[in-house]
């Protein structure tokens, strides 16, 4: 968990935006190689199609901008 150098205090709202962003990474990586995985992500509403692998991964920061089919 990320903390305040002086305080200690923690910051779990950093560390979800950083495990977000990596995850977006990795799923745009995947996304490539896997046509179903590009379907999925479709599907839940994401505009990946045609995209390139980091559009994917900006797409994928932000909530969807569809409904769910």
């Not at 505009?47 to 692998?53: A, M, Q, T």
Request: aromatic fraction near 4%; proline fraction near 7%; glycine fraction near 4%.
């Amino acid at each position: 968990m990320v903390r305040d150098p002086v305080t200690g205090e923690a910051h779990p709202a950093e560390d979800l935006e950083a495990v977000n962003a990596r995850l977006a990474d990795w799923a745009a990586r995947s996304a490539e190689t896997s046509e179903a995985l590009v379907d999925r992500f479709e599907s839940m509403g994401y505009e990946v199609r045609g995209k390139s692998e980091e559009e994917v991964a900006e797409v994928l920061r932000h909530p969807p901008t569809r409904p769910r089919r």
